[in-house]
């Protein structure tokens, strides 16, 4: 069980110590915890022991526990792990907009933002460490200013996601004027007025029956469909969403996305909703617009054939927490964390159609917080598990110059069948589920 901050409390800045799933079951003379510490010039974001629970009438449900990860300059990180892994809420946790009975408890995300941190600079109540600033501890108006200019999400199903009886284009104007206006607000954070003075402004606040959108966000939103390869923008700006079709909407989700020009982009299952042609088509814009604009971008996704293709460095979730990261090198090829095994050993091979894909045995556990041991969440399932894995692991250090490093005792020692745990240690065994086709993750990732 964790030690989750009960609700009520406003608790931000993370304290490490508090980490019962780490501190509290580590043998302080084995462990080797990973070395990740302050944030680094590279460090987009950095995110220390963040923690988000939900309060619900069955109980305390633990989605994400302690992540600690970094998001550098210019890069692509996947998250990757299966549904009810805690993948969404932790990139929710991120942009704060975890909805209630959603809460972080605990952790702290730092955002380099050289102009933030020296507005905060000296205030008492916000951490600011060089150019990072952490958001858990700035006002809830500045957090929701930076939601734009510097973090933007695409979610995964387009056609929920925009009102089906306004244009596209409307839309997306929309999205343009609202960080027009936020930036030519004097109170603003991030000051810019891209053609939207302060007389503007003044005048929308005063006369609010003025037509929200402008000549000059239409044409941004020509614009930004243009580059996200709409043909014809001029004349699809003015169709409605039901005149897309999936992928030329998830094109146009990515425009609304890019509308404020943010820092980092957040793509939650991008693909999911689309056929195969159309998913390698949204990817590779993905990947273009990265390099063109040099913005970081986290990944989630359920598929690691995604993040093979796609990402710089990976993280990999399991039961709400972060069981193995690093470049997707080093984890890819050192991979030690069996969950991480078994997850590759489900992708299909392109060069061996015909080979039997092995599935993950058993199923998630519950994130019921009365529900959790304490020991490695994924011992029930895993084919190594040892009466070392009945304490719960730290992450140790697998290789220290690829910043990888696992939760799991096989990073510092070799598995031996003489230790491994009975088979129905667990009730079943591992292997009971096997061929389960809920065994493995086969949709849609949380
Ligand atoms: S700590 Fe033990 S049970 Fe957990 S993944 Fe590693 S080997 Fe398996």
Redesign the pocket.
Known sequence: MSDATPPGDGAVGGDPTTDGGTAAAADETAARPAPIGAPGPDDVLAVRDLSTRFFTEEGQINAVESASFDLREDEILGVVGESGSGKSVTALSLVDLVETPGRITSGEVWYREPDLADEFRGVDAVAVDGDHVDLRTVPPRVRRSLRGPSFSVIFQDPMSSFNPSITVGEQIAEAVEVQRRARANPRSTRSRTQGYGLGKFLLDGLVPGRDYTSEESMDRAVELLGQVGIPDPEERVDEYPGQFSGGMLQRAMIAQALAGEPDVLIADEPTTALDVTIQAQILNLLKEIQAERGMSIVLITHDLGVIAEMCDRVCVMYAGEIVERGTLDSVFEETV???TQGLLGSIPDVDDPQARLEPIAGNVPSLVDAEMDDR?Y??DR?P???E??LDK?PELTVDAAADHGA????AERE?DPVDALPDDYFGAGPGSDAGDPAATDGGAGE
């Open positions: 964390h069996p969950y490695c994924f011992a895993c190594k598990a040892m070392a894995c692991p939760k799991c005792v096989l598995y």
